[in-house]
């Protein structure tokens, strides 16, 4: 443990920078960041012997080479080809950690603020106060250390992010007002140093507004850095949001990332998730319902080829009755990959009527691949409805020489029926930009995959 926290230069470099910044500014960010500061400064590094990291390496991140200080803007970079050409949005480019809204602020619709997160919290005191690092709070509520000495989980990344004050993007749409466009943002990586990235995202609907959002991962070039991000979403009283997240970062690059989402009543959010890049991805989604009759629908794919560790940690909090959750992931891995699934509910005893299921279902393409999967149940209701379930397979044989006695080729063959393991998933993506952009993803991944012999013979 030792030797590891003494090779991570650059997690000390960032912690001496902090040292030396005063920070007289008196605004509620710059209170949040306070904290995050002194959080940080005890905050172990994330180990395997913690629960929450048993099955995720983490060693070779503090090994890296990162350059912390980061310079460059949004609009250094040419934007256009980072976007769906499919889809008709209000734009955003977060690039190299520096956000920029690319329409103009007065095509708005009155009530909706579309703005920078650094300039949301200067002009928004009212709103940053209220809501800036509200679903953290909840996070931080819970209690990682157990009554024994032994830490369940480090907050040291989300602790990271807050301290650094980072730019990202801020969303405010007003009481009762249903966007029509969706919000794309794209988070790119330009330039080729090994840097760290990081932004902070605040999204909040108030009482009966609706929006959709897509979010989307990309690096213009092949260069090793580390992403982590920071994202809170907050949806009021009969508000609704659609989100599609995509994580496609190229293999040399290392991506952490925290959705916080609270849920009021009668409130509505439907998330699909890939995540298909990085050599090395982590994806924390923390929920929680503070009012009755929500509902949460949650669906993604976990892609994993070539070394790779794609690592997925949810927890759903059920705290107020009638509410209602489903949670279904599937994955692909193969190829000394690794996929990691851990997600929670917990049914507090206040919950009653609860309706909460969860199931995590994989395809191991090779043998020399790895799964670690575990769902979880926490109930201390009686009155629920709940289910939790994970698999693990391999390829049919059988489907396989049915496949190829039609003439079609083994490696075709095998990516058919990996594809198609996952189509129920892809197949429930209601924007349909955004579902072929899934489809052709995959397609291109699977195949690169079996031209490298990812889905060959398993032996």
């Known amino acids: 443990m030792t030797t590891v926290a003494n090779n991570a230069e650059w997690l000390q470099a960032f912690k001496a920078e902090l040292a030396e910044d005063d920070g007289d500014s008196s605004d509620h960010f710059d209170h949040l960041r306070r904290q995050a500061i002194d959080a940080l400064k005890s905050e172990p590094l994330p180990f395997r012997t913690m629960e929450r990291w048993r099955y995720t390496p983490v060693d070779a991140l503090f090994k890296l080479p990162l350059n912390i200080a980061i310079t460059g803007a949004a609009n250094d970079i040419e934007h256009s080809d980072l976007f769906n050409p499919e889809v008709d949005a209000y734009r955003f480019v977060v690039s190299n950690g520096h956000a920029l809204f690319l329409g103009n602020a007065a095509d708005l619709p009155e009530g909706v603020t579309f ?122 009283d009969h508000a609704s949001m659609k989100h599609y997240y995509l994580q496609q970062q190229e293999t040399s690059s290392w991506h952490r990332d925290g959705i916080h989402r609270i849920q009021a009543a009668d409130s509505q959010y439907q998330g699909w998730f890939g995540c298909c890049g990085s050599q090395w991805c982590r994806l924390e989604m923390n929920a929680f319902f503070t009012g009755e009759n929500a509902l949460s629908e949650v669906q993604g794919i976990q892609l994993a080829m070539h070394g790779q560790v794609n690592d997925i940690h949810l927890d759903m909090h059920h705290d107020e009755p009638n509410c209602h959750s489903e949670q279904h992931f599937r994955g692909l891995v193969a190829e000394k990959s690794k996929i990691v699934f851990d997600g929670n509910i917990t049914v507090s005893q206040d919950a009653q009527k609860t309706i909460a299921h969860l199931s995590d279902n994989n395809l191991m393409l090779t043998r020399n691949a790895e799964v670690d999967a575990k769902p979880q149940l926490e109930i201390y209701a009686d009155d629920v409805q709940c289910s939790h379930g994970t698999s693990i397979g391999e390829l049919d044989e059988q489907q396989v020489f049915y496949l190829r006695s039609r003439g079609i080729s083994e490696e075709r063959a095998r990516r058919l029926l990996s594809i198609g393991y996952v189509s129920e998933i892809i197949e429930k993506i209601e924007l349909d930009a955004f579902r072929h952009e899934m489809q052709e993803l995959l397609e291109r991944q699977l195949q690169a995959s079996g031209a490298k012999g990812a889905l060959g013979v398993i032996e």
């Open 115 to 236: 703005t920078t997160m650094h300039k949301g919290m200067q002009e928004n005191q009212t709103l940053a106060s209220r809501y800036a690092g509200t679903a953290m709070r909840h996070q931080g509520a819970e209690n990682t250390v157990t009554a024994s000495p032994v830490q369940k989980d480090s907050k040291l990344f989300q602790y990271l992010n807050q301290s650094a004050t980072p730019d990202g993007v801020f969303i405010h749409v007003a009481e009762g007002i249903q966007l029509e466009k969706p919000v794309e943002i794209v988070f790119v990586k330009t330039g080729d140093q090994a840097d760290l990235l990081q932004s902070h995202n605040l999204v909040v609907l108030e009482k009966n507004a609706a929006m959709t959002l897509i979010e989307k991962h990309v690096d213009e070039k092949t260069s090793r850095s580390f992403c982590n991000n920071q994202s809170e979403l907050i949806i009021d």
